[in-house]
């Protein structure tokens, strides 16, 4: 088909020179040119210049209207929309499209109301959420072309005109058509969001990587091409919110999952399964690498470049799971697709004969594809080689030939694989089902393109067939757009003829049609294809569709709407027929797998029920069938006609929207165009045609406003003087165009033809042209002028100078004469006085290199001495330190040694005792190292349990020896009594009195020898400590030297670390702040949620609140710490974990106090141990050296009782350890369930918090285990101690002297041997107690020694390791080291601080007590005093005495809280206060507040604040949109807010008060707890402030900013397409200047003025907007390529200087506002630079700092000049800008995020006003609160 036609702008007659022309090319298809001569009629040809400057001569043919086609303006090259050129043909649009691709990298184009999308084979920017963002809700003229503009359209006009729309989406394999509509319906599942809690939005997308591995293949044009179609309708409730969808498919290409072409695959699922075949669950499915089998390997290469199948597998995978796919149901789905890979592998052997064949049983693929199908082996290997065939009086079992059985068994696994494909859609149509009602859908067609390949098919017959009714539709729906405008502008119009394919349909679909003949022929027993084209021939030879090839009878050509194509008729009958043997189905269906049954089931062949729709009945895909026998016969032709038609239906009953998807290259490089690829299918996609319909009426359409900017300049004066610019466009027109039928006034437009705006942009910039000559004369002229003038007073300056210079030459050289004798005289004395001194010095010189040599000699002989000293000294004491280390050492394997021997025989011991400790271990899980060496402690005293009785044993046994010797000696006594006893007495008493002095001697030999190691120790460890001190101020030493290396370093890393700290500092206040958003947003949303369901509920009855609701009152009940109850440890645990790591938030401080503590608690608990093993060590030596009595008895009491106190302590301080980890959970449990749960950095940080919260637990229940421990070695102790006790009677018994009663001389000797014994027992516990002393202190010095050894080899390490590191290291290291020391001390210091500030609270609370009680009992008697006094005064002056002594508090009953809250908060109006004091409700509540406190009144100071923050919410719930009562209850909740911190008695906050607001300071309660609520409550509201504020402003600032004409006259509009903007109509409703703009902040300035709002929050306010206003004008700007110009830039620098002067007249310049714009000012002034040479680019990126490279790239590439005297950027230079700007590290984020919102900060600001002085006026209705 000729693109030229008579409805296209050609040259005409007449032509003048250097016209340009389009003339065809073979290479380029079109080619610009120049007409170099004029053209005249009856010419032959033409003179021609090409752009590469070569001259050439074309022929044209006048007669057959031969003539080349006309070239745009360059002005309108580069438009968006294709319809706003001048002239419409085929190489305009062409050159149009090929610019904005390669030059701009724009790959949208509009073309009327088709959007054009070229894929650019590379991932671009432009489709993340901030773009779709910024598409939604706008007009789609207004923005560039975008799939997301299309999206936006069809959602609006469903919202809009309540009716169904459908976005079709069309093009060749690899034209990108699955990516559009992918990311269509992403632009629906994210604008609109679901409807319920089920994330269908999610199951929608998630349905793509389902539908692309089973039906997506690579083939040569395209990696991951789509072989089927399938249109997705998206359902919408009445609140157009998505509810469900469903998808319907058509004509899948199975003849891929038998056969792949040269470097082609099969589907993408084969592969991906193929790639996973290693995991364990598909270990039965007996799969290897996709080489190995036939079905998967013909195309050659199995691997797509950049793909991952086995990661693709997991995709696909996880969206099964997503849309419902049950685990068992995906393993059946992988065994049936595997088993057709078996299928394709059997190996099928030939018999001799040549008609049968045969399958061997042993075939591992077949048995395998039976095992996975669960059908039987025999069955199948015999039905896949044999075939049934059914007469009417018998049946016959024929077999079949090789050919035959490979053609049955490709038929099955296509069938298979057919019918799987259709579950998996029908499941997923049944995953995103709803039960809810539709009120509206809207369909994405994802549909093959019109397809033609050297050979041509049955697929490409109906893909081409369904492209045939999709192009008739799309001309009918464009004919009639462009009928109804016309009607609606009410001009006369004739009716537009426009191609209609109908004739080409009914050949292909009437009866007796292509394919009704091709069904006839599938009916006859013995229909082949050769027969079937024949009858074609003979059908059908006279259509002008059809066509026979001439060297060809089995082939048949159809002339189709795009192309001629040429089908090859072989295989028509048997893909049409689709054969299946009935046989082989019915071996399926007896599979013992329910899933393989279900899918050849009889009634599985029909569709699943569509959609419900209010709207439209929307029939199945797939016809429906009244019995199975019939569902065979259907062919595959005819099922795709009636799903066809039903999809026809679809789209008639629908608003269509279309994109054509273009290929601009079959290489698949990135940005790489190919012309003639690329005309192919714009012929074939529709969009010529659309061109056509535009030029054969009115293509080119203005408002009158437009017209009128941008041609006043041809208005002559006079008829400017008209106000009436309908008549001025008229009158203009009529003068200069003299053909009523070149254009047309319609009612708000006017139309012209083709070629009509280029005329009129001619005649423009022609008159442009003559007054730019006349001003350049002009210039020029004066220029002159100017160069005469001054080159004449040059000429006269250089004459009086050149004089004036020879004169002063002639003085100089006068003076240089007698200058130079001076000097020689000079010179010459200088000279000799320097060789003297010279001279002099050298002697000096060397006297002192001399005399320094010597005393150098003699300091470094003494030096070396001295250090030979110090080296000796250090030698031999590491040779001693070595020795004794070699002893220590071998001491140790001697203990070893012998430890080892004990430990065996204690582990023979224990495993006699394994079995009794079997019940520990079942109790104590986790504590087998616990309990093992618990049981090693028991065994060992057990052991000396054992050994203290043998020594009991062994003491009785001595006793009574002595016993019985001394019963011999009395006998012996009582024979010799006549003997003398006196000298035996005195000896037994000098023995003892030697023995007791011996002990004595003993006894200061141990203390002798105590206090000589005492000193040893000290000494020793006085060296030791003079030694580290060396060793530090070595360090130091060094560390300043590495300082003063790395000082400047040091100080730039402090200025960044300073940097980065106050940025994180920035991002953690933003990150908190941005909690309190979405926790405030998650509040409104449940209130939201709990009236409607109060609304929706209708039942009457008592209904219970949920458990789970919290109440407004329960949001901010904050109670003291000192008031709250601690629950179980591990109940907080559990609580917090249920409200989710990311609502916590982590208190480092708290936690590592906790740390420091359970570390002392460590410390403690061995202690003790160690306390309790040396006690019983001692009770173990004093057992067996001393008989137990009385003083034994008490010091073991006394242990005893050292132990209990010790284990309580240990226990309280568990406990308290305890309460504190449970006090600390609650804390973050309470602040995470205030706060937001959307903060993107706080999970991580909160599950490290809540890891080290679990540590803590698990080391406090192992302590409390540990006390367990000890209390019951202690128990056993004592159980000890009291046998040891009641063995003391029998022994006691049995040593008693049995004529003990006998003689009194025998009592006194018995007397003084007790006292003897007593007395060597209190010496022995004398010397005990001060051995232990000294081992105690031993202990704890080798203690000390052993920490400051440690402390010592760590500072030698980290000094050896810092001595290894680079400076910087160094210095780094050195600062962490001490900022970790310096963290430690902090730590100790903060607790310490606290502790003081605790008991200082204490004591103030108390001073406050009993200085109330004075001041009561001082007042008390004052009034008493005054009593006397008061009959003397007057009513006159009490009255005046109650007014002077207001205290500024207010009195209220607790029965009227509900009444002051309502009438001070809830009903309160901003205007009932207009001209009281600002803020007035805040000290109203903080007088009441006071008095509660003064009162002493907990529960009434929480119950107001509670009250009062709820009535806050609720006012701020009701009013949401009203700035004035935000404003209010903003400005009062800050100043609220700083009365708490004023008058909290804190010194910090009372710095600027007066000694009369002192006075006014709280006495009894602590309310910061409410301060911080106070504090989250205000950051709510202010950004529920900004919220109404942007809201507000929202709508103004495009059309303000960008559109409005501030500087009058300066804009002139371009031509402009089909998508006509609706703001730049003059009727348009939203229509603003920048004066609005001015004029609501001037309104939101006074309202927060006039309210008391501190002056910093009203400077953030004004940040956060003009932010705002930034990022929303420079997303538009960067996304719109009409306002991309000079003259844009010029009215933005303007209205931008107008804001800044507006800040300054309000005083508000300090507040960052301007340095937020600096993005949208740089982008101003680049539209203004120049652009051009590399010293301009050089400019554009040292002036461009706050834009990122990718901004400035994309507002070079859609910088439109508007007159023909700019030029446009050059691809080189832009490219120079991407060179130069490749260092940057920019953000890859294109649009700015409006909604971005900054930290706030609530400075304290005191306030001057003092309680007493604030008076109530009467409109509040307070008379219920008395002043006190």
Same mark, same amino acid.
């Given at each position: ?138 007009? &789609? ?37 699955? +990516? ?454 259907? %062919? ?335 006998? =012996? ?378 402390? &010592? ?112 908060? %809830? ?71 700083? =009365? ?32 911080? +609520? ?255």
């Amino acid at each position: 088909m000729d693109p030229r036609g008579s409805s296209f702008p050609v040259l005409h007659c007449n032509t003048r020179q250097y016209t340009r022309v389009w003339i065809p090319d073979p290479d380029e298809v079109w080619r610009s040119a120049e007409l170099t001569k004029d053209y005249k009629e009856g010419d032959k040809s033409l003179q021609l210049r090409l752009e590469d400057e070569t001259i050439q001569e074309y022929p044209i043919d006048v007669q057959n209207n031969q003539l080349p086609f006309l070239r745009n303006p360059d002005i309108l090259v580069g438009e968006n929309d294709l319809t706003a050129l001048s002239y419409l043909h085929e190489p305009a649009v062409l050159h149009n499209l090929k610019v904005r691709f390669l030059e701009s990298n724009h790959i949208y184009t509009y073309c009327g109301i088709v959007l054009v999308a070229i894929n650019p084979y590379d991932q671009l920017p432009i489709y993340g959420q901030d773009v779709i963002y910024a598409y939604s809700g706008q007009n &789609m003229g207004d923005m560039d072309p975008h799939i997301f503009a299309v999206a936006e359209e069809a959602y609006k006009q469903m919202a809009r005109d309540e009716k169904n729309q459908s976005i079709i989406v069309s093009g060749e394999s690899g034209a990108g058509k699955t +990516v559009s509509a992918k990311y269509a319906m992403r632009y629906f599942t994210t604008v609109s969001g679901s409807a319920s809690d089920t994330n269908i939005e999610e199951k929608v997308l998630a349905s793509s990587p389902i539908m692309e591995a089973i039906g997506n293949a690579k083939t040569t044009r395209n990696d991951n091409s789509s072989r089927f179609g399938k249109y997705i309708q998206i359902g919408f409730d009445k609140r157009y919110r998505i509810i469900g969808a469903n998808m319907r498919t058509y004509l899948l290409e199975k003849s891929r999952v038998v056969f792949q072409a040269d470097d082609e695959r099969n589907y993408h699922i084969f592969y991906q399964l193929c790639a996973a075949a290693s995991l364990p669950e598909f270990k039965e499915l007996a799969l290897t690498c996709a080489e190995d089998f036939f079905y998967t390997s013909q195309g050659g290469n199995t691997v797509i470049e950049g793909v991952d199948d086995a990661e693709d597998f997991e995709k696909t995978r996880q969206a099964f799971t997503l849309v419902g796919v049950r685990e068992s149901h995906q393993i059946s789905i992988f065994k049936i697709i595997a088993s057709i890979l078996h299928l394709g592998n059997v190996e099928i052997q030939a018999e001799r004969d040549g008609e049968s064949c045969r399958v061997s049983p042993e075939d591992e693929h077949l048995s395998d594809f039976c095992r996975l199908l669960g059908v039987e082996l025999s069955q199948m290997e015999h039905w896949l080689c044999h075939r049934k065939l059914v007469t009417t009086s018998e049946t016959y079992v024929k077999t079949m030939s090789l050919q035959q059985v490979v053609n049955a068994r490709d038929a099955l696994a296509k069938h298979i694989y057919a019918q799987l494909f259709h579950w998996i859609v029908e499941h997923v149509n049944k995953a995103l089902h709803t039960s809810l009602k539709q009120h509206s859908f809207i369909g994405v067609l994802d549909i093959y393109g019109f397809e033609t390949f050297e050979v041509n098919s049955f697929e490409q017959f109906c893909i081409n067939y369904a492209n045939e009714k999709l192009q008739q539709q799309f001309n009918s729906h464009v004919f009639k757009l462009e009928q109804e405008e016309y009607m609606k502008e009410q001009i006369p119009w004739t009716l537009i003829d426009f191609y209609d394919n109908q004739p080409c349909i009914d050949l292909i679909e009437a009866k007796l049609g292509i394919l009704d003949l091709l069904d006839e022929e599938c009916k006859v027993p013995k229909g082949t294809d050769q027969n079937w084209t024949q009858k074609l021939y003979d059908r059908h030879s006279g259509s002008q569709h059809f066509q026979k090839p001439r060297m060809s009878n089995k082939a048949f050509i159809v002339i189709h709407f795009a192309d001629k194509v040429e089908y090859l008729s072989d295989g028509f009958l048997e893909k049409n027929r689709d054969t299946v043997y009935e046989e082989q189905i019915n071996i399926l269906k007896a599979s013992k797998f329910p899933l393989v049954a279900d899918l050849f089931h009889d009634g599985k062949d029909s569709a699943p029920t569509a959609t419900a729709s209010s709207k439209i009945n929307i029939r199945s895909s797939r016809p429906p069938v009244k019995a199975s026998n019939k569902e065979h016969k259907k %062919t595959v032709g005819y099922q795709f006609r009636s799903s066809l038609h039903l999809l026809m239906e679809t789209l008639n009953a629908t608003t269509p929207h279309y994109v054509r998807c273009i290929k601009p290259n079959d290489e698949k490089l990135p940005f790489h165009f190919n012309p003639k690829r690329a005309v192919q299918q714009l012929r074939a996609c529709g969009v010529l045609e659309t061109i056509r319909i535009s030029a054969a009426g009115y293509p080119s359409r203005w408002s009158y406003h437009d017209f009128f900017n941008r041609y006043r300049v041809l208005v002559k004066k006079r008829d400017l003087a008209n106000s009436d610019k309908k008549a001025i466009c008229r009158s203009v027109l009529e003068s200069l165009i003299k053909d009523p039928d070149k254009f047309q006034f319609g009612r708000t437009k006017i139309f012209f033809r083709a070629g009509q705006v280029a005329y009129l942009e001619k005649l423009r910039a022609d008159k442009f042209r003559a007054a730019t000559i006349m001003i350049q004369k002009a210039v020029r002229g004066w220029l002159q002028k100017v160069k005469y003038r001054r080159l004449k007073g040059a000429t006269l300056i250089l004459q009086r100078y050149c004089r004036g210079y020879l004169a002063r030459r002639l003085a100089k050289h006068l003076r240089r004469t007698r200058a130079a004798v001076v000097l020689q005289k000079q010179y010459r004395m200088q000279r000799a006085r320097r060789a003297y001194q010279r001279v002099r010095r050298a002697a000096v010189v060397i006297q002192a290199f001399a005399r320094g040599m010597f005393v150098r000699r003699i300091y470094h002989q003494v030096l070396r001495e001295h250090k030979a000293t110090i080296i000796q000294k250090h030698v031999r004491g590491w040779m001693a330190r070595r020795r004794f280390q070699r002893l220590r050492g071998a001491a140790v394997v001697i203990q070893c040694g012998f430890r080892r021997l004990k430990a065996k025989q204690a582990l023979k011991a224990l495993r006699i005792e394994a079995r009794s400790a079997e019940h520990l271990k079942r109790l104590n899980v986790g504590m087998e190292n616990k309990i093992v060496q618990l049981q090693r402690k028991i065994d060992d005293q057990n052991k000396e349990l054992k050994t203290l009785s043998e020594q009991l044993s062994a003491i009785t046994s001595t006793h009574t020896m002595e016993v019985e010797k001394l019963k011999k000696e009395v006998a =012996c006594y009582q024979q010799s009594q006549g003997e003398d006893r006196g000298p035996q007495l005195q000896e037994e008493v000098e023995s003892l009195r030697t023995e007791l002095q011996r002990a004595h001697s003993e006894r200061k030999v141990l203390e002798d020898t105590h206090t000589r190691e005492k000193d040893e120790l000290r000494k020793r460890v006085a060296d030791l400590e003079q030694e580290n001190a060396l060793l530090k101020n070595e360090k130091e030493q060094l560390n300043n030297q590495i300082l003063c290396q790395s000082k400047d370093e040091f100080a730039q890393n402090s200025v960044k670390e300073n940097l980065m700290m106050k940025k994180e500092l920035e991002e953690e206040r933003s990150r908190y702040q941005n909690l309190v958003k979405e926790y405030s947003r998650l509040e409104q949303r449940y209130d939201n949620l709990r009236d409607e369901m109060t609304i929706l509920k209708q039942t009457p009855g008592h209904r219970r609140n949920p458990s789970n609701q919290s109440s407004l009152e329960s949001d901010s009940n904050y109670p003291s710490i000192s008031t709250s109850e601690v629950g179980d440890t591990e109940d907080t645990l559990q609580q917090v974990e249920e409200i989710g790591l990311e609502k916590a938030a982590m208190d480092m401080t708290v936690f590592l106090k906790l740390q420091k503590r359970v570390r002392e608690l460590e410390q403690e608990r061995k202690k003790l141990q160690v306390q309790l093993e040396k006690k019983e060590q001692q009770d173990g030596k004093r057992v067996p050296a001393d008989q137990p009595s009385n003083d034994s008895d008490l010091d073991q009491d006394a242990d005893l009782a050292y132990n209990s106190l010790k284990r309580q302590e240990l226990e309280s301080e568990n406990k308290k350890l305890k309460n504190e980890l449970n006090e600390l959970r609650k804390a973050v449990a309470d602040q995470a369930s205030e706060h937001s749960p959307a903060a993107a950095g706080t999970p991580d940080s909160y599950s490290l918090l809540l890891n080290q919260l679990r540590v803590a637990n698990e080391e406090l229940e192992v302590r409390k285990e540990e006390v367990l421990i000890l209390r019951t070695q202690i128990v056993s102790a004592d159980q000890r101690r009291l046998a040891g006790k009641g063995s003391e009677p029998n022994i006691n018994a049995r040593t008693s002297w049995p004529n003990s009663e006998k003689h009194v001389d025998q009592e006194d000797a018995i007397e003084a041997y007790h006292g003897v014994c007593q007395t060597n027992r209190l010496l022995e516990a004398q010397l005990q107690a001060q051995s232990r002393e000294h081992e105690e202190e031993v202990d704890n010095l080798k203690a000390q020694l052993e920490a400051l050894k440690e402390e &010592m080899d760590r500072q030698q390490q980290t000094f050896c390791q810092t001595l290894l590191l680079s400076p910087e290291a160094q210095v780094e290291f050195g600062i962490q080291q001490e900022m970790s020391r310096l963290t430690n001390e902090n730590l100790d210091l903060k607790e310490l601080v606290e502790k003081l500030e605790k008991n200082e609270r204490k004591l103030k609370k108390q001073l406050k007590i009993y200085m109330k009680k004075v001041q009561d009992l001082e007042a008390a008697q004052a009034l008493a005093q005054s009593e006397r006094k008061r009959h003397e005064l007057n009513r006159q002056v009490t009255v005046q005495r109650k007014e002077k002594d207001f205290q500024g508090m207010l009195e209220y009953h607790k029965e009227d809280e509900a009444l002051l809250i309502r009438n001070l908060v %809830t009903e309160l109006k901003p205007q009932v206060l207009a001209g009281a004091v600002p803020c007035l409700p805040a000290y109203i509540l903080y007088m009441c507040l006071r008095h509660a406190d003064y009162v002493n009144d907990d529960l009434k100071v929480h119950s107001l604040l509670t009250s009062t923050i709820n009535g806050i919410k609720k006012v701020l719930k009701k009013h949401n949109e009203d700035f004035e009562m935000t404003s209010f209850w903003l400005s009062n909740t800050c100043r609220l807010l700083h =009365c708490l911190k004023q008058y909290s008695g804190d010194e910090g906050f009372m710095t600027q008060n007066t000694a009369k607001q002192n006075e006014h300071c709280l006495k009894n309660f602590d309310l910061t707890e409410y301060r911080q +609520v106070l504090s989250d409550l205000s950051i709510q509201i202010y950004q529920q402030l900004i919220k109404i504020a942007e809201g507000l402003l929202q709508p103004m600032i495009v059309s303000a900013m960008l559109e409005n004409e501030s500087i009058q006259g300066l804009s002139g509009v371009k031509p402009t397409g089909y998508r006509k903007r609706t703001s730049s109509m003059p009727e348009g409703d939203n229509s603003y200047c920048l004066e609005a703009i001015i004029r609501q902040m001037n309104s939101f300035h006074t309202v927060m003025c006039d309210q008391g709002l501190d002056p910093e929050i009203i400077l953030q306010v004004f940040r956060q907007l003009f932010y705002m206003i930034n990022a929303v004008t420079l997303n538009n700007l960067l996304l719109r390529k009409d306002v991309c110009s000079w003259s844009t830039g010029m009215q933005l620098r303007y209205n931008i200087s107008q804001l800044e002067e507006w800040l300054r007249g309000r005083n508000l310049h300090q507040s960052g506002a301007v340095e937020t714009m600096e993005p949208l000012i740089q982008a101003a002034q680049l539209l203004q630079l120049k652009k051009k040479s590399p010293e301009d680019a050089e400019a554009i990126c040292s002036l461009c700092t706050a834009l990122s490279t990718q901004q400035i790239v994309k507002i070079l590439n859609l910088y439109t000049p508007l007159n023909e005297f700019e030029e446009r950027v050059t691809v080189a230079f832009i490219r120079t800008i991407q060179a130069q700007l490749q260092d940057r590290n920019d953000p890859q984020q294109l649009l700015l995020d409006f909604k971005h919102m900054f930290p706030v900060l609530f400075p304290f600001n005191p306030s001057s006003l003092t309680m007493d002085s604030i008076h109530i006026p009467a409109c509040l209705n307070l008379e219920f609160l008395n002043e006190v």
